[in-house]
């Protein structure tokens, strides 16, 4: 069950809808699941809490920024399996991943069951950079950065890691598809000092 609230949404009504218009404040949830014994057969037991905050925002002409901090725990784990285990998932070697929900440079995956802290950032420039170099406005081609922050007490371990990449986005039919190439540093306290390239490839909504 997730339940989330935005301060102040401002919205405006048409004759058989409501349409959202936005609010200078990110949104509040608390996601919650619960391992139920003995329904339906059910052995699990389990309880699992999260709060985030999350929210996406233009600055001026300089581009668009989004982040997403999260942080939770097991309330109960009387009855916990595996495959029920709340991971910080290692990450691929070649994909660029969902930067406000995982990490591209995190070398381990790590279960927890006591409380995290996990934060990410990224911003589009929107070509309010590429597009002052010459020619390169027409290439349509965009930048990005980003940054993550995890902290898992439970194993001592910090984590944090920066992005830059170049990405361009193509019609296809009625779909518009995001290419991009990046580049990512990362660090730690149980880990070496690294960088790595990645690619995604994401079709747009």
Do not use: C
């Not at 009387?78 to 969902?98: A, G, I, M, P, T």
């Not at 934060?119 to 993550?148: C, E, Q, Y």
Request: without cysteine.
């Amino acid at each position: 069950m997730t339940l989330s609230y935005i301060p102040f949404q401002k919205y405006m009504r048409e004759p058989h809808r409501k349409v959202v218009l936005g609010s200078k404040w990110p949104e509040f949830y608390v996601y919650y699941e619960k391992g139920i014994p003995k329904l339906l057969g059910s052995e699990i037991n389990h309880d699992y809490i999260r709060f985030g905050i999350r929210q996406s925002f233009k600055i001026s002409t300089f581009g668009t920024s989004s982040y997403h901090t999260t942080t939770g725990k097991f309330l109960n784990s009387k009855d916990l399996r595996e495959v029920d285990y709340k991971y910080h998932r290692r990450s691929d070697q070649l994909w660029f991943s969902n930067p406000l929900y995982s990490f591209q440079d995190l070398d381990t995956s790590l279960p927890t069951l006591d409380w995290y802290y996990e934060a990410h950032f990224i911003h589009h420039f929107n070509g309010a950079l590429i597009n002052k170099i010459p020619f390169m406005k027409k290439t349509r081609i965009t930048s990005v950065a980003g940054t993550g922050y995890l902290w898992v007490p439970e194993h001592n371990w910090q984590h944090y890691e920066f992005f830059v990449g170049l990405e361009r986005i193509f019609k296809i039919t009625k779909r518009r598809i995001r290419l991009g190439l990046y580049v990512t540093f990362s660090d730690g306290n149980q880990s070496d000092y690294r960088n790595s390239f990645k690619i995604s490839f994401s079709v747009l909504d």
